[in-house]
C-alpha cells in the first residue's frame, strides 16, 4: 500500500512526569517491557506499511529513538527518525518533515497508541469512500482498575467524555468533531452540514485514536495556508470536517473553465446541478469494534491502565505466550520460597523475589531485587529497582534504578529514576522524583 | 366499517379491551392560516378531496380501534356539531361514538384540554389529534410501546409520531409546507430530548445543550423527520396543562416546555412510521400536497372511489388517477387529464382541459376553461374561456367569461369575479374584509379566527381601509395590478400576511415558482462562499502535544456578559423608574441564575449601569461628572453592597471600574483616583480589596499601570493605613 506513515512519537511529555526522563523519553517508555513505540511499529508492520517517519520531539530523545529503531528494526522497516524542538505542536511537527511526504495519501499515527485496530484498514477505507480525511474512533476505555476490589466506589461511573463525534446514518462519514476544551461546552452543530445529510449521530463515547489517514495534498495545502494551526486534533482535523460542504481545500483540483461564469450558465436553471457543482469534500470515520482494543498512553493513568490491559486483557498485544497461571515469568527469573506470581502479571528476567511475596497484576522489569514480604499489587516497576524486605506497592509506578528500602508503604505514587526512599516511609497518591 | 372493527387490535389484546380507547379531536386549529375561507366555515369542516377533513381523521380513528372520540369546538362550534349530529359518526349504532365538547373562549390547544380537563372525560391513554389529519397508519406498535414504557416509566407521558420527511435544502420547508423541524432523539430509547420547530435560519450553528450527552452516550440529531401531530397521551398530559396554564401550543410550549423541564422529569418519546401515511393539513400548501396524496391513493383505504367517506356515492375510479362522479355531464371534446376527480353532477363544458385537479359537486364549467392542479368546491359556475391555475374556489363561487387565475389564487365562499379579470398571484379573495392587521402579531395568533370579540372590533375597523365594491382594489403593495370586478358583488382582496410574499409563495397551493428558487439557490451559494464566522470560534490551541487541553476562546463567555450587563442595566433602568430596591436585588438575582454569572459578575455589571448612569445628567467639565458621580453612588451604594460580601467582588468591581475608564468613557479617567477613594470612604470598597489589586497590577505591564500610578498616593496611604487602624485599636 503506498501511504506513508508519520509517527508522531513525542519526547519528553509533561503529562507523563516523572515517569519519563531523559534517558527514557515516551517512545521508549515501557509497556510490558518493551518500549511503547514498538506496539505501533509493529501493528504497521503487521499491515505492511513500512515506509515511516518518526518524529520525535527533541534531540536527544531523537538519537535514542533512532539508535533503537536502528537495533530493532533494522531489516523489518524502513524509518527516518526526524528530530524536531519540544514545544513543537503536531501540525509544525508534519510542517517539518512535510517535503519528505510523497505519496499520494498520509497515515499519521500517535506514536503512544496500543492497539490491535488494524491500520490497514483505516487505509483501505479512506480509499474506498474518497475521503480527504479519515479517522479511527474507538470506543472509549474505561480508565481505572477494571475489576479488583479497590474500585467497588467506581463502579457506576462512566468512561470519560473525550470527543463528540458527529455521524451520519451509515456512520461512514463525519459531520461533526469537537474535542478538548470544547468537548464541556454545549454542543454547536453546523446546520447546513445536517440539512445536507438530514441526519446525524451524536456520540460522547467515541475516542478520536490519533489516527489519520489524509489526502497528502491537502494536508500540505492546510498546513502551508493556515499557519496557525499547530495540533492536528485541535485544528487541521475539525477545520477539514468544519467546512467539509464548501471546501476551500479543492479549489485548484476544479477544471478552471468552471469559475467562467458563462459555461456555468446553462446549468443555472437547474438548482440540483449547481449544487453538485458546489465544492465538497467528504471526511471519513472508521469506527473500531468494541472488541478492539484501543488505548493512548498520554496519562501517568494510562499508563498503568495500559500496562495491567496488555498483560490482562489484551494479552495478545504483549507478544509474550502466557503460562498456565496466565502470567508471563521469564525463565531467568528467581523467586524466593512461598512467593506467588499471580495471574495477569509479568516478570522479566533477571529479576529476584524473595521469600513470602506476593505479586498481583503487576509488571516487574529486568533485573530487580526485591525483598522477602513485598507485596506489589497493580503496579509497574521498572528495570534494576531494589525493593527491600517488608515492603508494600500498590497501584504504584517506580522507574528505573530506585531504591527502595525496608518497609516503605507505597499507595498510587509515581516514583522517579534513581529515587531513593528512606525505611519506614509511607507516601499516598505523590509523585516522587529527583528534582 | 362493521367488518372494519372485528379487526380492532383490542381484540386482541384483553388489557386494552378493558379501559376504551378514547381520543380527543381538537375541530380547531387555532390558528388563521385558512383565512378567509375560515371565517365563513370551520377548518375541519373544508373539504379534501370531496370530503370533509374531519371525516378522515374520524374514519382513521375509527380505523385504529378507538371506541371514543372528544370532538372539541370552538370556532363556528354550531357548524361542526350540526354537521355530526346529521353525519354517519353519530348516527349510525355501535361502539365508535363521538361526542362534542364546545368552548368559546378557549384561543388555544392549551386551553382546549384544560376545558376537556374540566369534563373529566377522559379516563387513560388518550390520542391527541387536530380535526384536519390524515392517516392510514395502525396504532397498534405505538399504542404498545407507549403503554410498555408508562409500566416502566411513569413519567413517560406522550409518544409523538414522527415519519421520514426531508426537506428541501433550499426552502427549508417539508413537501406539506412545514418549516424544518430539529429533533434530537435517543436512538435507543426514541425518547425525544430536543425539538425545535422555529429554527432560525440566520443562524448557522445549532446549540445544544451539553447536558444532553451526559446522559445520553449517543444521540441522533434530525432534521429529516416531519411531525404528523398525532399524539398518544397519558392522562398525565392534561394535568401538566392545568398546573402550566401558561402552555397554549402544543408544540412551542408543551412540548418545549417538557423538555426544558427537568424538575417534573416528564419525558416525551417518538414512534416513526414507515410505510404508512400520516399527514395533518396545516396550510395551502399540505391542502394542495396532501389532495394530491389522496387521488394518489397513499392514503388507502381512505379514498374518493371507497365508501369511508363523503356522501357515499360510488365514485369510478379510471385509469390514470381519474376518478368521476355518478351523474357527470361531460362534453365529448372536453379533455379529463390524469389525477383529475369530478363531483356528483357537474357539467364540463366543449373543449375545456383539466388536469390533476378536484371538481366538487354541482359545478359548471363552460367551454374552453383550463383548469390545472386547481381545487374546485361545489356548485362553483365557470364560465366559458377561464384559466385557473393551481388556485382554490370555494363553494358557490361565479368566474364570469374569461376571468384568469394565477397561481396561488384563493377566492373564499360565493364571490363573483367579473368578465376578463385577471386575478394577480397570491391574492385572497372574500366577501368579508380582512380583519385589521394588529390582531396578527404572535400572541394572537391562537387566537382563533371566528370568536366573536374579534370578529366585530376588525369589523369596524376594516370597513374603511380595504373595503371594495364593484371595483375592487387593493390596500396593498404587495399585490400588483388592481382588477376591476365589473358586475359582481363586493369583495375585498386581503393583503397578505405579516410574512409578505416570502410566507405565501412558500405556503401557497401554487407550486414555488422557478425564480424564486434561483433566487434561494443564489442566495445560498453566495452564503457558502461568505467567510465563515464560525472559524474564529475555534483559534489555534498552540499547544505542544496532541493531547494538550487548548484554551479555546472565550469569546462566548465574553458573548454572555456582555448580554448579562445589558440585562442587568435594564433591570437597573427599571429600579430608576421607581421599582423598589428588593425587586431589582430579586430580578437581578434571578438574572444571575438564568446566566449562569458568578456573584462578582453581578457587582461588576451593577457597578457598571451606576456609573452609566452617572454619565446621563449633562456636565461640563470634571467636577461636575465628579459630582454627578458621587451622587449616584450614594444612591445606590447600599445596592451596590449587596453584591459586594467578599473582596472577590470587590475586586471585580474595581477591574470593571478600570475598564470603564480605559475603554468605553473615558471622561471617567482623570477621576479614576478620586472616585476610588470615594468608594473606599463610603465603604463600598475594602482597604483589603483595592490593596490586592494594586498588588496584582504591580506586575503588570506599564500601559495597564495608569491608573494604580494615578491612586499611588491613596494606595500609599493605604498601605500605612493598618498601623494607625491597630494604634486606634490600642488606644482605644
Redesign the interface.
Given at each position: 500500500m503506498d501511504f506513508q506513515v508519520v509517527v508522531?512519537a513525542?519526547g519528553e511529555?509533561?503529562?507523563l512526569a516523572p515517569l519519563v526522563s531523559k534517558e527514557i523519553p515516551k517512545p521508549l517508555m515501557p509497556v510490558a517491557n518493551r518500549p511503547v513505540l514498538s506496539y505501533v511499529l509493529e501493528l504497521l508492520e503487521a499491515n505492511n506499511l513500512k515506509d515511516l517517519i518518526v518524529v520525535v520531539k527533541g534531540k536527544d530523545a531523537a538519537l535514542q529513538v533512532g539508535g533503537w529503531i536502528s537495533g530493532a528494526y533494522v531489516d523489518r522497516l524502513h524509518v527516518e527518525v526526524a528530530a524536531v524542538p519540544?514545544?513543537?505542536?503536531?501540525a509544525d511537527a508534519l510542517r517539518a518533515v512535510a517535503h519528505h511526504l510523497t505519496t499520494k495519501d498520509i497515515l499519521i499515527v500517535?506514536g503512544d497508541l496500543v492497539s490491535d485496530v488494524s491500520p490497514g484498514v483505516v487505509a483501505a477505507t479512506h480509499r474506498r469512500l474518497g475521503a480527504v480525511v479519515t479517522a479511527l474512533f474507538c470506543n472509549t476505555p474505561v480508565s481505572g482498575p477494571s475489576d479488583t476490589g479497590s474500585s467497588v466506589k467506581d463502579k457506576g461511573r462512566k468512561p470519560p467524555?473525550v470527543n463528540?463525534v458527529?455521524l451520519d446514518q451509515t456512520r461512514q462519514y463525519l459531520l461533526h468533531v469537537a474535542a478538548?476544551?470544547?468537548v464541556?461546552?454545549?454542543?454547536?452543530?453546523?446546520?447546513?452540514l445536517?440539512?445536507?445529510k438530514?441526519?446525524?449521530?451524536?456520540?460522547?463515547?467515541l475516542m478520536d485514536a490519533?489516527m489519520y489517514a489524509i489526502q497528502r495534498k491537502i494536508l500540505q495545502e492546510v498546513l502551508d495556508k493556515?499557519e496557525?494551526?499547530?495540533?492536528?486534533?485541535?485544528?487541521v482535523f475539525?477545520?477539514l470536517v468544519?467546512?467539509q460542504?464548501?471546501s476551500e481545500v479543492l479549489d485548484h483540483e476544479e477544471p478552471r473553465n468552471g469559475l467562467n461564469g458563462e459555461a456555468y450558465s446553462p446549468n443555472?436553471?437547474d438548482?440540483r446541478i449547481?449544487?453538485l457543482n458546489?465544492k465538497t469534500h467528504k471526511c471519513c470515520a472508521y469506527i473500531a469494534n468494541k472488541s478492539k482494543y484501543c488505548s493512548?498512553l498520554?496519562?501517568v493513568q494510562a499508563f498503568c491502565d495500559i500496562n495491567r490491559d496488555v498483560v490482562g486483557e489484551a494479552g495478545h498485544l504483549s507478544g509474550y505466550s502466557f503460562s498456565a497461571q496466565n502470567n508471563i515469568v521469564h525463565s531467568s527469573a528467581e523467586l524466593g520460597s512461598k512467593t506467588t506470581v499471580g495471574p495477569h502479571c509479568m516478570l522479566d528476567g533477571g529479576s529476584k523475589l524473595g521469600d513470602k511475596c506476593s505479586v498481583k497484576r503487576s509488571v516487574i522489569g529486568r533485573h530487580c531485587r526485591i525483598g522477602s514480604n513485598v507485596k506489589i499489587v497493580n503496579s509497574v516497576v521498572m528495570n534494576h529497582v531494589t525493593v527491600e524486605d517488608g515492603c508494600f506497592i500498590q497501584g504504584s509506578v517506580i522507574c528505573n534504578n530506585v531504591q527502595i528500602q525496608e518497609r516503605v508503604v507505597l499507595k498510587d505514587c509515581q516514583v522517579g529514576e534513581g529515587y531513593i526512599l528512606t525505611s519506614g516511609s509511607e507516601y499516598k497518591s505523590e509523585s516522587l522524583s529527583k528534582r | 366499517m362493521a367488518q372494519k372493527k372485528t379487526h380492532r387490535p383490542s381484540a386482541d389484546d384483553p388489557e386494552v379491551e378493558r379501559i376504551p380507547l378514547q381520543a380527543v379531536l381538537l375541530a380547531d386549529s387555532f390558528a388563521q392560516k385558512f383565512r378567509p375561507i375560515t371565517l365563513e366555515r370551520p377548518k375541519v369542516l373544508l373539504p379534501l378531496v370531496n370530503a370533509p377533513m374531519i371525516d378522515y381523521t374520524l374514519a382513521w380513528l375509527e380505523s385504529v380501534g378507538v371506541d371514543e372520540v372528544f370532538v372539541f369546538c370552538c370556532a363556528h362550534s354550531q357548524q361542526v356539531k350540526s354537521y355530526l349530529e346529521n353525519s354517519q359518526w353519530t348516527k349510525q349504532p355501535g361502539v365508535f361514538s363521538v361526542a362534542t365538547i364546545e368552548s368559546h373562549d378557549a384561543i388555544s390547544a392549551g386551553d382546549a384540554l384544560r376545558v376537556i380537563h374540566e369534563h373529566g372525560v377522559i379516563r387513560g391513554d388518550f390520542i391527541l389529534i387536530s380535526g384536519d389529519t390524515v392517516s392510514n397508519m395502525s396504532l397498534a406498535k405505538a399504542l404498545y410501546e407507549h403503554k410498555e414504557r408508562r409500566k416502566k416509566d411513569p413519567h413517560a407521558v406522550m409518544t409523538m409520531i414522527i415519519k421520514q420527511s426531508?426537506?428541501s435544502?433550499?426552502t427549508?420547508q417539508t413537501r406539506l409546507g412545514d418549516d424544518?423541524i430539529?429533533m434530537?432523539i435517543d436512538?435507543e430509547t426514541k425518547e425525544l430530548l430536543y425539538y425545535e420547530d422555529k429554527?432560525d435560519l440566520s443562524?448557522?450553528?445549532?446549540?445544544?445543550?451539553?447536558m444532553?450527552?451526559?446522559e445520553?452516550?449517543?444521540?441522533?440529531?434530525?432534521?429529516?423527520k416531519q411531525d404528523c401531530y398525532v399524539d398518544i397521551c397519558s392522562l398525565g398530559v392534561l394535568d401538566l396543562f392545568v398546573d402550566n396554564f401558561d402552555y397554549q401550543h402544543l408544540r412551542r410550549h408543551f412540548v418545549k416546555g417538557l423538555l426544558v423541564d427537568d424538575i417534573m422529569g416528564c419525558k416525551i418519546f417518538t414512534h416513526e412510521i414507515q410505510s404508512s401515511y400520516a399527514a395533518r393539513v396545516d396550510n395551502f400548501k399540505s391542502y394542495d400536497t396532501i389532495s394530491k396524496d389522496i387521488v394518489q391513493r397513499w392514503t388507502y383505504p381512505f379514498v374518493p372511489d371507497v365508501r369511508y367517506l363523503g356522501n357515499g356515492l360510488q365514485i369510478k375510479l379510471d385509469r390514470e388517477g381519474i376518478y368521476k362522479a355518478p351523474d357527470v355531464v361531460q362534453s365529448r371534446s372536453a379533455h379529463i387529464d390524469a389525477f383529475t376527480v369530478l363531483g356528483n353532477a357537474t357539467t364540463v363544458g366543449d373543449n375545456t382541459k383539466i388536469s390533476n385537479s378536484v371538481i366538487g359537486q354541482g359545478c359548471i364549467i363552460g367551454h374552453n376553461v383550463v383548469i390545472e392542479g386547481s381545487f374546485v368546491w361545489d356548485n362553483v359556475t365557470i364560465e366559458d374561456g377561464c384559466k385557473l391555475s393551481h388556485a382554490l374556489i370555494c363553494d358557490g363561487v361565479h368566474l364570469r367569461e374569461g376571468v384568469i387565475l394565477e397561481p396561488g389564487v384563493i377566492i373564499s365562499f360565493k364571490v363573483e369575479v367579473g368578465q376578463n379579470i385577471v386575478v394577480p398571484t397570491y391574492s385572497k379573495v372574500s366577501l368579508l374584509p380582512q380583519p385589521s392587521k394588529q390582531d396578527s402579531d404572535e400572541e394572537l395568533e391562537y387566537a382563533d379566527s371566528n370568536t366573536g370579540a374579534i370578529e366585530s372590533t376588525s369589523m369596524a375597523t376594516v370597513m374603511n381601509t380595504s373595503k371594495l365594491d364593484f371595483a375592487l382594489g387593493t390596500s396593498d403593495a404587495n399585490i400588483s395590478g388592481k382588477p376591476e370586478f365589473q358586475g359582481s358583488g363586493p369583495g375585498y382582496i386581503w393583503s397578505s400576511s405579516e410574512g409578505g410574499t416570502e410566507e405565501e409563495c412558500r405556503q401557497s397551493i401554487a407550486p414555488i415558482p422557478?425564480g424564486k428558487?434561483?433566487e434561494?439557490?443564489q442566495s445560498k451559494?453566495s452564503d457558502?462562499?461568505a467567510p465563515?464566522q464560525?472559524?474564529i470560534?475555534?483559534?489555534?490551541?498552540?499547544?505542544?502535544?496532541?493531547?494538550?487541553?487548548?484554551?479555546?476562546g472565550d469569546g462566548?463567555d465574553d458573548r454572555e456578559y456582555v448580554d448579562f450587563e445589558k440585562e442587568v442595566e435594564a433591570t437597573f433602568q427599571r429600579g430608576l423608574t421607581g421599582v423598589e430596591k428588593e425587586n431589582v436585588i430579586l430580578e437581578i438575582n434571578s438574572l444571575r441564575l438564568s446566566c449562569n454569572m458568578e456573584q462578582a459578575d453581578c457587582a461588576g455589571a451593577l457597578f457598571h449601569s451606576i456609573m452609566k448612569q452617572a454619565l446621563v445628567a449633562p456636565y461640563s467639565c470634571k467636577n461636575e461628572l465628579y459630582a454627578n458621580t458621587i451622587k449616584e453612588i450614594i444612591k445606590w451604594g447600599d445596592l451596590l453592597k449587596h453584591y459586594l460580601t467578599t473582596t472577590d467582588e470587590e475586586f471585580e468591581v474595581i477591574l470593571k471600574f478600570e475598564d470603564i475608564c480605559s475603554g468605553t468613557t473615558r471622561d471617567f479617567a482623570p477621576l479614576f483616583s478620586n472616585i476610588l477613594t470615594f468608594l473606599y470612604d463610603k465603604e463600598i470598597l475594602s482597604e483589603k480589596a483595592i490593596l490586592s489589586w494594586a498588588q496584582e497590577k504591580e506586575g503588570a505591564d506599564e500601559s495597564d499601570k495608569i491608573f494604580t500610578k494615578q491612586a499611588e498616593q491613596f494606595i500609599k496611604w493605604l498601605r500605612e493605613a493598618p498601623e494607625e487602624d491597630d494604634e486606634d485599636d490600642a488606644d482605644a
Amino acid at each position: 500500500m503506498d501511504f506513508q506513515v508519520v509517527v508522531l512519537a513525542g519526547g519528553e511529555s509533561k503529562n507523563l512526569a516523572p515517569l519519563v526522563s531523559k534517558e527514557i523519553p515516551k517512545p521508549l517508555m515501557p509497556v510490558a517491557n518493551r518500549p511503547v513505540l514498538s506496539y505501533v511499529l509493529e501493528l504497521l508492520e503487521a499491515n505492511n506499511l513500512k515506509d515511516l517517519i518518526v518524529v520525535v520531539k527533541g534531540k536527544d530523545a531523537a538519537l535514542q529513538v533512532g539508535g533503537w529503531i536502528s537495533g530493532a528494526y533494522v531489516d523489518r522497516l524502513h524509518v527516518e527518525v526526524a528530530a524536531v524542538p519540544e514545544e513543537t505542536g503536531t501540525a509544525d511537527a508534519l510542517r517539518a518533515v512535510a517535503h519528505h511526504l510523497t505519496t499520494k495519501d498520509i497515515l499519521i499515527v500517535s506514536g503512544d497508541l496500543v492497539s490491535d485496530v488494524s491500520p490497514g484498514v483505516v487505509a483501505a477505507t479512506h480509499r474506498r469512500l474518497g475521503a480527504v480525511v479519515t479517522a479511527l474512533f474507538c470506543n472509549t476505555p474505561v480508565s481505572g482498575p477494571s475489576d479488583t476490589g479497590s474500585s467497588v466506589k467506581d463502579k457506576g461511573r462512566k468512561p470519560p467524555r473525550v470527543n463528540i463525534v458527529g455521524l451520519d446514518q451509515t456512520r461512514q462519514y463525519l459531520l461533526h468533531v469537537a474535542a478538548g476544551a470544547e468537548v464541556d461546552k454545549d454542543i454547536k452543530i453546523q446546520k447546513s452540514l445536517l440539512r445536507h445529510k438530514g441526519q446525524m449521530e451524536i456520540r460522547a463515547d467515541l475516542m478520536d485514536a490519533h489516527m489519520y489517514a489524509i489526502q497528502r495534498k491537502i494536508l500540505q495545502e492546510v498546513l502551508d495556508k493556515k499557519e496557525m494551526f499547530h495540533s492536528i486534533k485541535h485544528d487541521v482535523f475539525p477545520y477539514l470536517v468544519r467546512t467539509q460542504l464548501k471546501s476551500e481545500v479543492l479549489d485548484h483540483e476544479e477544471p478552471r473553465n468552471g469559475l467562467n461564469g458563462e459555461a456555468y450558465s446553462p446549468n443555472k436553471l437547474d438548482p440540483r446541478i449547481a449544487i453538485l457543482n458546489n465544492k465538497t469534500h467528504k471526511c471519513c470515520a472508521y469506527i473500531a469494534n468494541k472488541s478492539k482494543y484501543c488505548s493512548r498512553l498520554n496519562s501517568v493513568q494510562a499508563f498503568c491502565d495500559i500496562n495491567r490491559d496488555v498483560v490482562g486483557e489484551a494479552g495478545h498485544l504483549s507478544g509474550y505466550s502466557f503460562s498456565a497461571q496466565n502470567n508471563i515469568v521469564h525463565s531467568s527469573a528467581e523467586l524466593g520460597s512461598k512467593t506467588t506470581v499471580g495471574p495477569h502479571c509479568m516478570l522479566d528476567g533477571g529479576s529476584k523475589l524473595g521469600d513470602k511475596c506476593s505479586v498481583k497484576r503487576s509488571v516487574i522489569g529486568r533485573h530487580c531485587r526485591i525483598g522477602s514480604n513485598v507485596k506489589i499489587v497493580n503496579s509497574v516497576v521498572m528495570n534494576h529497582v531494589t525493593v527491600e524486605d517488608g515492603c508494600f506497592i500498590q497501584g504504584s509506578v517506580i522507574c528505573n534504578n530506585v531504591q527502595i528500602q525496608e518497609r516503605v508503604v507505597l499507595k498510587d505514587c509515581q516514583v522517579g529514576e534513581g529515587y531513593i526512599l528512606t525505611s519506614g516511609s509511607e507516601y499516598k497518591s505523590e509523585s516522587l522524583s529527583k528534582r | 366499517m362493521a367488518q372494519k372493527k372485528t379487526h380492532r387490535p383490542s381484540a386482541d389484546d384483553p388489557e386494552v379491551e378493558r379501559i376504551p380507547l378514547q381520543a380527543v379531536l381538537l375541530a380547531d386549529s387555532f390558528a388563521q392560516k385558512f383565512r378567509p375561507i375560515t371565517l365563513e366555515r370551520p377548518k375541519v369542516l373544508l373539504p379534501l378531496v370531496n370530503a370533509p377533513m374531519i371525516d378522515y381523521t374520524l374514519a382513521w380513528l375509527e380505523s385504529v380501534g378507538v371506541d371514543e372520540v372528544f370532538v372539541f369546538c370552538c370556532a363556528h362550534s354550531q357548524q361542526v356539531k350540526s354537521y355530526l349530529e346529521n353525519s354517519q359518526w353519530t348516527k349510525q349504532p355501535g361502539v365508535f361514538s363521538v361526542a362534542t365538547i364546545e368552548s368559546h373562549d378557549a384561543i388555544s390547544a392549551g386551553d382546549a384540554l384544560r376545558v376537556i380537563h374540566e369534563h373529566g372525560v377522559i379516563r387513560g391513554d388518550f390520542i391527541l389529534i387536530s380535526g384536519d389529519t390524515v392517516s392510514n397508519m395502525s396504532l397498534a406498535k405505538a399504542l404498545y410501546e407507549h403503554k410498555e414504557r408508562r409500566k416502566k416509566d411513569p413519567h413517560a407521558v406522550m409518544t409523538m409520531i414522527i415519519k421520514q420527511s426531508k426537506p428541501s435544502v433550499l426552502t427549508h420547508q417539508t413537501r406539506l409546507g412545514d418549516d424544518e423541524i430539529v429533533m434530537a432523539i435517543d436512538p435507543e430509547t426514541k425518547e425525544l430530548l430536543y425539538y425545535e420547530d422555529k429554527v432560525d435560519l440566520s443562524q448557522r450553528l445549532i446549540l445544544l445543550d451539553k447536558m444532553l450527552l451526559v446522559e445520553n452516550g449517543a444521540i441522533s440529531l434530525h432534521n429529516d423527520k416531519q411531525d404528523c401531530y398525532v399524539d398518544i397521551c397519558s392522562l398525565g398530559v392534561l394535568d401538566l396543562f392545568v398546573d402550566n396554564f401558561d402552555y397554549q401550543h402544543l408544540r412551542r410550549h408543551f412540548v418545549k416546555g417538557l423538555l426544558v423541564d427537568d424538575i417534573m422529569g416528564c419525558k416525551i418519546f417518538t414512534h416513526e412510521i414507515q410505510s404508512s401515511y400520516a399527514a395533518r393539513v396545516d396550510n395551502f400548501k399540505s391542502y394542495d400536497t396532501i389532495s394530491k396524496d389522496i387521488v394518489q391513493r397513499w392514503t388507502y383505504p381512505f379514498v374518493p372511489d371507497v365508501r369511508y367517506l363523503g356522501n357515499g356515492l360510488q365514485i369510478k375510479l379510471d385509469r390514470e388517477g381519474i376518478y368521476k362522479a355518478p351523474d357527470v355531464v361531460q362534453s365529448r371534446s372536453a379533455h379529463i387529464d390524469a389525477f383529475t376527480v369530478l363531483g356528483n353532477a357537474t357539467t364540463v363544458g366543449d373543449n375545456t382541459k383539466i388536469s390533476n385537479s378536484v371538481i366538487g359537486q354541482g359545478c359548471i364549467i363552460g367551454h374552453n376553461v383550463v383548469i390545472e392542479g386547481s381545487f374546485v368546491w361545489d356548485n362553483v359556475t365557470i364560465e366559458d374561456g377561464c384559466k385557473l391555475s393551481h388556485a382554490l374556489i370555494c363553494d358557490g363561487v361565479h368566474l364570469r367569461e374569461g376571468v384568469i387565475l394565477e397561481p396561488g389564487v384563493i377566492i373564499s365562499f360565493k364571490v363573483e369575479v367579473g368578465q376578463n379579470i385577471v386575478v394577480p398571484t397570491y391574492s385572497k379573495v372574500s366577501l368579508l374584509p380582512q380583519p385589521s392587521k394588529q390582531d396578527s402579531d404572535e400572541e394572537l395568533e391562537y387566537a382563533d379566527s371566528n370568536t366573536g370579540a374579534i370578529e366585530s372590533t376588525s369589523m369596524a375597523t376594516v370597513m374603511n381601509t380595504s373595503k371594495l365594491d364593484f371595483a375592487l382594489g387593493t390596500s396593498d403593495a404587495n399585490i400588483s395590478g388592481k382588477p376591476e370586478f365589473q358586475g359582481s358583488g363586493p369583495g375585498y382582496i386581503w393583503s397578505s400576511s405579516e410574512g409578505g410574499t416570502e410566507e405565501e409563495c412558500r405556503q401557497s397551493i401554487a407550486p414555488i415558482p422557478a425564480g424564486k428558487l434561483l433566487e434561494l439557490l443564489q442566495s445560498k451559494i453566495s452564503d457558502n462562499n461568505a467567510p465563515d464566522q464560525d472559524m474564529i470560534i475555534t483559534p489555534a490551541s498552540g499547544e505542544l502535544l496532541p493531547d494538550s487541553e487548548s484554551t479555546f476562546g472565550d469569546g462566548d463567555d465574553d458573548r454572555e456578559y456582555v448580554d448579562f450587563e445589558k440585562e442587568v442595566e435594564a433591570t437597573f433602568q427599571r429600579g430608576l423608574t421607581g421599582v423598589e430596591k428588593e425587586n431589582v436585588i430579586l430580578e437581578i438575582n434571578s438574572l444571575r441564575l438564568s446566566c449562569n454569572m458568578e456573584q462578582a459578575d453581578c457587582a461588576g455589571a451593577l457597578f457598571h449601569s451606576i456609573m452609566k448612569q452617572a454619565l446621563v445628567a449633562p456636565y461640563s467639565c470634571k467636577n461636575e461628572l465628579y459630582a454627578n458621580t458621587i451622587k449616584e453612588i450614594i444612591k445606590w451604594g447600599d445596592l451596590l453592597k449587596h453584591y459586594l460580601t467578599t473582596t472577590d467582588e470587590e475586586f471585580e468591581v474595581i477591574l470593571k471600574f478600570e475598564d470603564i475608564c480605559s475603554g468605553t468613557t473615558r471622561d471617567f479617567a482623570p477621576l479614576f483616583s478620586n472616585i476610588l477613594t470615594f468608594l473606599y470612604d463610603k465603604e463600598i470598597l475594602s482597604e483589603k480589596a483595592i490593596l490586592s489589586w494594586a498588588q496584582e497590577k504591580e506586575g503588570a505591564d506599564e500601559s495597564d499601570k495608569i491608573f494604580t500610578k494615578q491612586a499611588e498616593q491613596f494606595i500609599k496611604w493605604l498601605r500605612e493605613a493598618p498601623e494607625e487602624d491597630d494604634e486606634d485599636d490600642a488606644d482605644a
